[in-house]
């Protein structure tokens, strides 16, 4: 080869190297390149893994996965596939504001089962995402920028139960007692005054610590005072030992047990002959005949065929419908730029929901849920009614 042709050949290489250099500094400018516009989407996920909620954490986490997995059999979003990143929150605030930060740079967080662990983690996870808190809530701390609710609300799940307890039991006294955090005193203080509205008697209100196992002075309480009802915001395993004490006492059929945060997860907690009869307030029960509810519960079972049963008293139904939710909000934002898809959140649907289809209500930041009356048996939970119309959330707070 002579000098002219050489001296072309490497003006043609290096006009590629040229060229090559610019279109890479334009992808990563755009955003990463190829990889990042075609590639698996991560999104968050953030539970109780280990320690004494891990029970509830398992299947939050179970439905999430299961949520995804759906998702992706559909062509995932924006034709590309999920995947879900978990980290473990050891059933410790402490630890999960630690650990929220493995979770840097996803466009969705979600998760969370106590209202301590919620606001350990929100101010993080809406900083640079889209934050689903998919639990029971007490309608308190959840209005901030980029946060989302997909649990029931109190005026959804709680003022209708008491309307039941009282309309159509004939309660008229009530001991009113819960696990001393945040979201039983806040479902208290919404309750107590309605009941007292419709002219009933709260008798007493009390507190127990969350690994309270003596209720022996409460069960004192109740035999004196004869109340018509206990409404109980105690969660497991306290609930349990609660349960059989009031049994071993000879008043459980006595007196009306109500909790609204009771769901099949309760029935391995408790001898059946001595749950039977509790009351309940949820948005899914596995006695649902609904078929995308069993449609649900036959994929769940299939993928978890050891796995406990889907917790809604965990935010397992909540953590599902929030995936189902986000993915919808970003089909129709056309991104997963958390700053794009919040909007269209607001007023996100989707039919693919245990206990029945959802809506995002625009500028509550929360979802108008069905709920349902369920009464424990020896043999699972009756589904006594549904709570009709499907309440909207009110939140006023949350409008700006």
Same mark, same amino acid.
């Given at each position: 080869?002579?000098r002219?042709?050489?001296?072309?050949?490497?003006t043609?290489?290096?006009?590629?190297?040229v060229?090559?250099?610019?279109?890479?500094?334009l992808?990563a400018?755009?955003?990463?390149g190829?990889?990042?516009?075609?590639?698996?989407?991560r999104?968050?996920?953030i539970?109780?893994?280990?320690?004494?909620?891990?029970?509830?954490?398992q299947?939050?986490?179970?439905?999430?996965e299961?949520?995804?997995?759906e998702?992706?059999?559909?062509g995932?979003?924006?034709?590309?596939?999920?995947?879900?990143?978990?980290?473990d929150g050891?059933?410790?605030p402490?630890?999960?504001?630690?650990? &929220?930060? !493995?979770?840097?740079g996803? =466009? @969705?967080?979600?998760?969370?089962?106590? $209202?301590?662990?919620r *606001?350990?983690?929100?101010?993080f996870?809406?900083?640079?995402?889209?934050?689903?808190w998919?639990?029971?809530?007490?309608?308190?701390?959840?209005?901030?920028?980029?946060?989302?609710?997909t649990g029931?609300?109190?005026?959804?799940q709680?003022?209708?139960?008491?309307?039941?307890?009282m309309?159509?039991?004939?309660?008229?006294s009530?001991?009113?007692?819960?696990?001393?955090?945040?979201?039983?005193?806040g479902?208290?203080?919404?309750?107590?005054?309605?009941i007292?509205e419709k002219?009933?008697? &709260?008798? !007493?209100e009390?507190?127990? =610590? @969350?690994?309270?196992t003596?209720?022996? $002075?409460?069960?004192? *309480?109740?035999?004196?005072?004869?109340p018509?009802a206990?409404?109980?915001?105690?969660?497991p395993?306290?609930?349990y030992?609660?349960i059989?004490?009031l049994?071993?006492?000879?008043?459980?059929?006595?007196?009306?047990y109500?909790?609204?945060?009771?769901?099949?997860?309760?029935?391995?907690?408790?001898e059946r002959?001595?749950?039977?009869g509790?009351?309940?307030?949820?948005d899914?029960y596995?006695?649902?005949?609904?078929?995308t509810?069993?449609?649900?519960?036959s994929e769940y079972?299939?993928?978890?065929?050891?796995?406990?049963?889907?917790?809604?008293?965990?935010?397992?139904?909540g953590?599902?419908?929030g995936?189902?939710?986000w993915?919808a909000?970003?089909?129709?934002?056309g991104?997963?730029?958390?700053a794009?898809?919040e909007?269209?959140?607001?007023?996100?649907?989707?039919?693919?929901?245990?206990?029945?289809?959802?809506?995002?209500?625009?500028?509550?930041?929360h979802?108008?849920?069905p709920?349902?009356?369920?009464?424990?048996t020896?043999?699972?939970?009756?589904v006594?009614q549904?709570i009709?119309?499907?309440?909207?959330?009110?939140?006023?707070s949350?409008?700006?």
């Open positions: 080869m002579n002219t042709g050489a001296s072309r050949r490497l043609r290489v290096n006009r590629f190297l060229v090559s250099l610019a279109a890479g500094l992808l400018a755009c955003g990463g190829e990889e990042a516009e075609t590639g698996p989407v999104i968050g996920g539970s109780d893994l280990t320690g004494f909620l891990a029970f509830l954490g299947s939050q986490k179970q439905m999430v299961l949520a995804v997995a998702i992706n059999s559909r995932g979003v924006l034709g590309r596939q999920l995947e879900v990143q978990y980290v050891a059933s410790d402490a630890t999960w504001a630690t650990r &929220v930060r !493995d979770l840097t996803v =466009p @969705l967080i979600i998760g969370g089962l106590t $209202s301590a662990e *606001d350990a983690i929100k101010a996870a809406t900083g640079n995402s889209l934050y689903i998919p639990q029971l809530t007490e309608g308190e701390g959840e209005c901030e920028d980029r946060m989302f609710t029931p609300v109190p005026e959804q709680m003022v209708p139960f008491v309307d039941y307890l309309d159509d039991l004939g309660a008229r009530f001991y009113v007692i819960g696990s001393d955090y945040n979201f039983p005193r479902v208290s203080a919404i309750v107590i005054p309605h007292e002219g009933g008697t &709260v008798i !007493d009390k507190y127990f =610590p @969350l690994d309270a003596d209720f022996s $002075s409460l069960v004192a *309480d109740v035999a004196r005072e004869r018509d206990i409404f109980s915001n105690v969660i395993p306290g609930a030992s609660l059989r004490q049994n071993e006492a000879g008043l459980w059929n006595d007196v009306v109500a909790t609204p945060g009771s769901d099949e997860g309760w029935l391995s907690g408790v002959d001595q749950i039977a509790l009351y309940s307030s949820l899914y596995e006695s649902l005949t609904d078929p509810t069993q449609s649900i519960i079972k299939k993928a978890n065929p050891e796995g406990p049963p889907i917790t809604a008293a965990g935010g397992a139904t953590a599902y419908r995936v189902q939710l993915a909000a970003v089909e129709e934002a991104t997963t730029d958390p794009e898809v909007a269209f959140l607001d007023s996100a649907t989707t039919d693919r929901s245990p206990g029945g289809p959802v809506r995002m209500v625009a500028e509550t930041r979802a108008a849920i709920t349902y009356i369920g009464r424990f020896t043999t699972g939970i009756d006594l549904p009709l119309p499907v309440r909207e959330p009110t939140l006023t949350c409008k700006q």
